[in-house]
């Protein structure tokens, strides 16, 4: 006889615990409404694609009255952002003229700005974490998305909920099978994602070098360096086959004070391929459920800001479904609609910008082999600083600011399901 699975019930049950479930899962249950976040994975600990936490999201911290804890983690901050193309410098986007508390750009593992969010999110009654439950179907009932079928560890079980949400990233099980098909705009490019040790007299900054068809990316976390070798799409199993001494030779030529390290790299086992991907679902939207994040938006890793955006979708959706969340009944579509028509227009044009971004430069630097130099336009930056504030408001803060508008419920109520 095949095992029942046993049923949770709850208001909200949201997908994913990346930077969009887990903010959201946050606000929703510090606004009283009986949330579940289910993450597939055990712990938050493994390699996650960006470490950087923006202005606008640490204004967002600021307004939860999380601002000084959180910033008691480790981390490194990034006033002044640079890129080096061939031999020259370019400091490409000033932080400190912000119109926000914080006037960097704060670099922290992800891990531990999840486990953060976790550890505040557990103050509230209405949460529930499980980790390592994995969302392997939906359950439909006539119109409606009405839950999920999970896996644990310890057997199956089927989530229930007034109103799902997919936050499961760009590869979402849950957006497939509730058959919302995003449209693609392609990405030219995949990232080598692997980590060499960090010794005093390194660089202190993270930063990036374009140069002879290549494009290394490093970010400092303290003691080692995290570092994205960036490849034209579909070539990883090419460059595979030349070897690791192949991949080791060209990092060296690209940061020459890695040398010698590249040895810590023993076999493309230490070499994690990420691959990238630019889409945009044209409804986020069906009875019953939402996507927000990657899971309604691919993010290309063009300014590193998919996760801020990811936070501004929480923000947005929080602020319009806390209420009637913490209430009981049903959420209609229309609320569901007003998330999007929110959040699509600043995914819109941000995407818009990567994509031209990926067309324009890296597509052509990548295609090249000899030195390059900077175009004109950039040696500007170098002249007048007053340009690398533009690039600082458009990474740092993003258009259409979110600010957290959902009011806490310190009696933590718990609302369980309407159905
Ligand atoms: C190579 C690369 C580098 C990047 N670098 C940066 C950067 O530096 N800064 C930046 O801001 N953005 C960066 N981005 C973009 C950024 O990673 C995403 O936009 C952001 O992570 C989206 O957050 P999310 O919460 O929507 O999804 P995700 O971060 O993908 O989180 C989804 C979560 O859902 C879980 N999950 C998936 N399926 C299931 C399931 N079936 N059941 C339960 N759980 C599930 C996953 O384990 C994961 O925890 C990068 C992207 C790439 C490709």
């Given at each position: 006889?095949?095992?029942?699975?046993?049923?949770?019930?709850?208001?909200?049950?949201?997908?994913?615990g990346?930077?969009?479930?887990?903010?959201?899962?946050?606000?929703?249950?510090?606004?009283?409404?009986?949330?579940?976040?289910?993450?597939?994975?055990?712990?938050?600990?493994?390699?996650?694609?960006?470490?950087?936490?923006?202005?606008?999201?640490?204004?967002?911290?600021?307004?939860?009255?999380?601002?000084?804890?959180?910033?008691?983690?480790?981390?490194?901050?990034?006033?002044?952002?640079?890129?080096?193309?061939?031999?020259?410098?370019?400091?490409?986007?000033?932080?400190?003229?912000?119109?926000?508390?914080?006037?960097f750009l704060?670099?922290?593992?992800?891990?531990?700005?999840?486990?953060?969010?976790?550890?505040?999110a557990?103050?509230?009654?209405?949460?529930?974490l499980?980790?390592?439950?994995?969302?392997?179907?939906?359950?439909v009932?006539?119109?409606?998305?009405?839950?999920?079928?999970?896996?644990?560890?310890?057997?199956?079980?089927?989530?229930?909920?007034?109103l799902?949400?997919?936050?499961?990233?760009?590869?979402?099980?849950?957006?497939?099978?509730?058959?919302?098909?995003?449209?693609?705009?392609?990405?030219?490019?995949?990232?080598?994602?692997?980590?060499?040790?960090?010794k005093?007299?390194?660089?202190?900054?993270?930063?990036?070098?374009?140069?002879?068809?290549?494009?290394?990316?490093l970010?400092?976390?303290?003691?080692?360096?995290?570092?994205?070798?960036?490849?034209?799409?579909?070539?990883?199993?090419?460059?595979?086959?030349?070897?690791?001494?192949?991949l080791?030779e060209?990092?060296?030529?690209?940061?020459?004070?890695?040398?010698?390290?590249?040895?810590?790299?023993?076999?493309?086992?230490?070499?994690?391929?990420?691959?990238?991907?630019?889409?945009?679902?044209?409804?986020?939207?069906?009875?019953?459920?939402?996507?927000?994040?990657?899971a309604?938006?691919?993010?290309?890793?063009?300014?590193?800001?998919g996760?801020?955006?990811?936070?501004?979708?929480?923000?947005?959706?929080?602020?319009?479904?806390?209420?009637?969340?913490?209430?009981?009944g049903p959420?209609?579509?229309?609320?569901?609609?007003?998330?999007q028509?929110?959040?699509?227009?600043?995914?819109?044009?941000?995407?818009?910008?990567?994509?031209?971004?990926?067309?324009?430069?890296?597509?052509?630097?990548?295609?090249?082999?000899?030195?390059?130099?900077?175009?004109?336009?950039?040696?500007?930056?170098?002249?007048?600083?007053?340009?690398?504030?533009?690039?600082?408001?458009?990474?740092?803060?993003?258009?259409?600011?979110?600010?957290?508008?959902?009011?806490?419920?310190?009696?933590?109520?718990?609302?369980?399901?309407?159905?």
């Amino acid at each position: 006889m095949d095992e029942i699975p046993q049923t949770i019930s709850c208001r909200c049950c949201i997908v994913g615990g990346g930077p969009a479930g887990m903010m959201l899962g946050f606000l929703l249950a510090r606004a009283g409404a009986d949330t579940l976040v289910l993450e597939k994975h055990q712990d938050f600990f493994r390699d996650f694609r960006g470490d950087t936490i923006h202005p606008s999201t640490l204004e967002i911290m600021d307004e939860l009255g999380l601002y000084d804890e959180f910033l008691k983690l480790p981390h490194q901050e990034t006033r002044l952002l640079k890129a080096q193309v061939g031999e020259t410098e370019l400091p490409m986007a000033d932080f400190t003229h912000l119109p926000t508390r914080a006037k960097f750009l704060a670099f922290m593992p992800q891990w531990d700005f999840l486990d953060f969010l976790a550890r505040q999110a557990k103050h509230y009654p209405a949460f529930r974490l499980e980790m390592g439950a994995e969302a392997i179907g939906l359950i439909v009932e006539g119109e409606r998305v009405a839950g999920v079928k999970v896996k644990t560890a310890q057997g199956s079980l089927e989530a229930r909920a007034d109103l799902m949400i997919a936050a499961d990233g760009r590869s979402s099980l849950v957006r497939r099978e509730a058959r919302l098909v995003p449209k693609e705009f392609g990405a030219p490019m995949d990232v080598l994602w692997f980590r060499l040790s960090w010794k005093e007299g390194d660089p202190e900054q993270t930063f990036g070098r374009m140069d002879g068809g290549q494009i290394l990316v490093l970010i400092n976390r303290g003691t080692y360096w995290q570092c994205g070798y960036v490849i034209p799409k579909g070539t990883a199993l090419e460059l595979k086959a030349q070897g690791i001494a192949a991949l080791k030779e060209r990092v060296e030529n690209l940061a020459p004070f890695l040398q010698g390290r590249a040895a810590e790299l023993k076999s493309f086992d230490d070499v994690n391929l990420l691959t990238v991907a630019v889409d945009r679902l044209p409804l986020w939207h069906k009875p019953g459920l939402l996507c927000i994040g990657d899971a309604a938006h691919a993010m290309s890793p063009v300014g590193g800001v998919g996760i801020n955006l990811a936070i501004q979708d929480a923000v947005a959706a929080a602020n319009i479904l806390a209420e009637p969340l913490s209430g009981a009944g049903p959420v209609s579509n229309e609320l569901l609609a007003q998330v999007q028509k929110r959040r699509e227009w600043p995914t819109k044009v941000i995407q818009g910008l990567q994509v031209v971004i990926q067309k324009r430069v890296i597509s052509r630097v990548l295609a090249g082999t000899g030195t390059i130099s900077p175009p004109w336009f950039l040696r500007l930056f170098i002249r007048f600083p007053v340009l690398r504030c533009f690039p600082a408001a458009l990474v740092g803060l993003g258009i259409r600011r979110e600010h957290v508008l959902s009011n806490e419920r310190l009696d933590g109520t718990a609302n369980s399901a309407s159905g």
